[in-house]
């Protein structure tokens, strides 16, 4: 679109206050202040008639000029601000639609972001309730563990002092198995020795016993003697005599002392 000027002569810069004011004029606008009343210096003075026509002629055909330039400039600017206000239309809509898409990209993202927020909210609640249920768990544990320690420790010592025992045990044992060997060894030998004891009272007793018969003999013999001599007295033979004194040396035979001293020799070797 092409931009009004209203100037006169070579200098853009230099107004054409008499266009100005025609402009003014035609388009039934206020003409300002200063150009209400035209200076004598804008007015040239004509040497006739004929050059004035002429010059206010041209004059008006340069307005009109300018006023059909202005038209159609005014026109292509309508035609284009039609153009561009309904491309502003166009594209006010699509942003409309746009905000509007964006509005509710921007209310689910809110609820997303709410519902992430809860979510998140919980997520922690839960997470907190976990550590401090681990952390409970943690020193729980580590009290355990130097429980476990210590009694590992007491264990240890235990095992220690069970080794001593051990040891201890082991050596006496030796020694125990050492004397029961001893003893065991002098408890044979006192066996043997009680075996010939008792085979020494087995001989004892039957030397009592045949003792004892030969008594009973003798003094049936006596008996048996004393009738004879008392029916028919004689002098005595000399195996008769014989007889008589085997049977008192046999009686006179110390029988208790012998069994006394073989109980004595057998209690003394049992409890040596």
């Given at each position: 679109?092409?931009?009004?000027?209203?100037?006169?002569?070579?200098?853009?810069?230099?107004?054409?206050?008499?266009?100005?004011?025609?402009?003014?004029?035609?388009?039934?606008?206020?003409?300002?202040?200063?150009l209400s009343v035209m200076d004598g210096n804008m007015i040239?003075?004509?040497?006739?008639?004929?050059?004035?026509?002429?010059?206010?002629?041209?004059?008006?055909?340069?307005?009109?000029?300018?006023?059909?330039?202005?038209?159609?400039?005014?026109?292509?600017?309508?035609?284009?601000?039609?153009?561009?206000?309904?491309?502003?239309?166009?594209?006010?809509?699509?942003?409309?639609?746009?905000?509007?898409?964006?509005?509710?990209?921007?209310?689910?993202?809110?609820?997303?972001?709410?519902?992430?927020?809860?979510?998140?909210?919980?997520?922690?609640?839960?997470?907190?309730?976990?550590?401090?249920?681990?952390?409970?768990?943690?020193?729980?544990?580590?009290?355990?563990?130097?429980?476990?320690?210590?009694?590992?420790?007491?264990?240890?010592?235990?095992?220690?002092?069970?080794?001593?025992?051990?040891?201890?045990?082991?050596?006496?044992?030796?020694?125990?198995?050492?004397?029961?060997?001893?003893?065991?060894?002098?408890?044979?030998?006192?066996?043997?020795?009680?075996?010939?004891?008792?085979?020494?009272?087995?001989?004892?007793?039957?030397?009592?016993?045949?003792?004892?018969d030969l008594r009973q003999e003798l003094a049936v013999r006596?008996?048996?003697?004393?009738?004879?001599?008392?029916?028919?007295?004689?002098?005595?033979?000399?195996?008769?005599?014989?007889?008589?004194?085997?049977?008192?040396?046999?009686?006179?035979?110390?029988?208790?002392?012998?069994?006394?001293?073989?109980?004595?020799?057998?209690?003394?070797?049992?409890?040596?």
């Amino acid at each position: 679109m092409r931009k009004l000027k209203v100037c006169s002569g070579e200098n853009p810069y230099e107004l054409d206050y008499s266009a100005i004011y025609w402009t003014c004029v035609t388009n039934n606008t206020a003409v300002p202040n200063s150009l209400s009343v035209m200076d004598g210096n804008m007015i040239p003075k004509f040497a006739s008639k004929d050059e004035e026509i002429d010059f206010w002629k041209t004059l008006s055909l340069k307005y009109k000029k300018n006023y059909k330039e202005a038209q159609e400039e005014l026109l292509e600017f309508q035609e284009g601000s039609r153009e561009l206000e309904s491309e502003l239309e166009t594209q006010l809509g699509q942003a409309e639609h746009r905000i509007r898409d964006l509005q509710a990209d921007n209310g689910r993202l809110q609820h997303e972001l709410d519902s992430l927020k809860e979510k998140l909210e919980y997520q922690y609640t839960q997470s907190y309730k976990q550590i401090s249920v681990l952390e409970d768990d943690l020193s729980q544990t580590r009290g355990i563990k130097e429980q476990l320690h210590k009694y590992v420790r007491e264990l240890e010592q235990s095992n220690d002092d069970l080794e001593r025992a051990k040891r201890a045990t082991i050596t006496s044992l030796e020694d125990f198995e050492q004397r029961l060997n001893q003893a065991i060894e002098r408890n044979a030998f006192l066996e043997s020795e009680l075996d010939e004891k008792e085979s020494l009272l087995v001989s004892v007793q039957r030397l009592k016993d045949e003792a004892r018969d030969l008594r009973q003999e003798l003094a049936v013999r006596e008996t048996r003697s004393e009738v004879t001599r008392m029916s028919a007295p004689s002098s005595p033979t000399p195996d008769n005599d014989k007889m008589d004194s085997a049977v008192q040396a046999s009686l006179s035979l110390p029988a208790t002392p012998l069994s006394k001293n073989l109980d004595n020799a057998f209690t003394s070797q049992t409890g040596g």
